[in-house]
């Protein structure tokens, strides 16, 4: 891609999830090799359905910001956890020197019909945003949804809802994936009409395998253009399934720079090197170290 006179090299920021098994965590560690020396603004790790991965988020965020000093935001859930032992978290964040939170409400664990509050625990986003606000410790981002969240009763409740997160005290927003920059524009004019002045931050999925994004979309409420599916298709008859994830990802992120947007956030799902090249291909390059030339 050339950069247009319009497009600044954006600030770019990764989301990574942690490792279950020794193999998981050996693929994680050359994810942070390969994509730290792009020099994102910050890395997030996720924190698995149902407060699943508590332990294990704690520790690869702490080893990532031990070992390579990255400026860290650890995702961090209100389900199946009380007040106490959700601040006490945090709080291990705080010792360890992390100072952003990725605050959410969370996905209920698997089998169990939608988000019930703990009983002693935080009954939604808001209050965790409230509380961990209250701390003064933590720079706070939280999730929107361009095509509205599946349980929200339509589109203007979502970002009103939105809106009062920003108010309880978050700093910004990363928004789920999203296949055409035209849908973030849509829901970016909606939130500055509500008044919202946070930064919005897409969330920029790279296709690693479209069967499997595609059923994933559909889940998450993420509406697949009929053309997408079309060049997948044809491309995977042509073997060149990869060509094309590279391609239409870097057109979604140089769309949205174009559209004035100057943060992008990447679900790398541990994988680097889609996500890698795209972002050269907007001009993010490495820095370079000692490490890289010795
Ligand atoms: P909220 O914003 O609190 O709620 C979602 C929507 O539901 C609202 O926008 C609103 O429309 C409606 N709603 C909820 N409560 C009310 C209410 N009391 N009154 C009126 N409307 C209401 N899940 C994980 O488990 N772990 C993760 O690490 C994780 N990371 C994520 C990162 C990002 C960037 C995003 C976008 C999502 C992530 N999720 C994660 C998924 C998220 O937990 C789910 O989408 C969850 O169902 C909603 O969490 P939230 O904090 O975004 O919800």
């Known amino acids: 891609m050339t950069q247009t006179a319009q497009t600044k090299t954006p600030n770019i920021s990764f989301e990574f999830f942690p490792p279950q098994n020794l193999e998981a965590s050996f693929r994680l560690w050359d994810t942070v090799r390969a994509l730290s ?51 006490a978290i945090a709080n291990s964040y705080a010792e360890v020197g992390v100072t952003e939170i990725v605050a959410l409400r969370g996905d209920p664990p698997k089998g169990s019909d939608g988000f019930a509050p703990h009983p002693g625990g935080f009954n939604n986003s808001i209050e965790l945003i409230e509380a961990l606000a209250d701390t003064g410790k933590f720079r706070l981002r939280v999730g929107a949804y361009p095509e509205k969240h599946p349980e929200a009763r339509d589109t203007a409740a979502d970002v009103e809802f939105l809106k009062r997160k920003i108010d309880a005290g978050a700093h910004s927003a990363i928004t789920q994936f999203f296949f055409e920059a035209d849908t973030f524009f849509r829901f970016r004019d909606a939130c500055v009409k509500a008044g919202i002045d946070a930064p919005i931050i897409p969330g920029i999925l790279p296709i690693e395998n479209w069967k499997g994004t595609r059923n994933f ?42 559209g004035g947007v100057e943060d992008l956030h990447f679900y790398t799902l541990n994988k680097p090197a889609l996500t890698r090249d795209v972002c050269h291909a907007l001009g993010v390059t490495p820095k370079a170290s000692l490490e890289n030339v010795a």
């Not at 509406?223 to 995977?236: G, I, K, M, R």
Request: charged share 20%.
């Open 37 to 87: 020396p792009l020099d994102p603004t910050f890395v997030s790790v996720t924190y698995g359905a149902g407060g699943t991965t508590r332990e294990l988020t704690h520790d690869a965020v702490a080893t990532i910001h031990k070992n390579y000093g990255l400026n860290m935001a650890a995702h961090l859930t209100c389900v199946s956890a009380t007040r106490e032992e959700t601040l």
């Open 217 to 258: 979309a559909r889940r998450c409420g993420t509406s697949v253009p009929q053309w997408l599916d079309d060049a997948f298709e044809n491309a995977t008859a042509q073997g060149q399934e990869g060509l094309l994830s590279t391609a239409q990802c870097t057109e979604l992120c140089s769309d949205l720079l174009e």
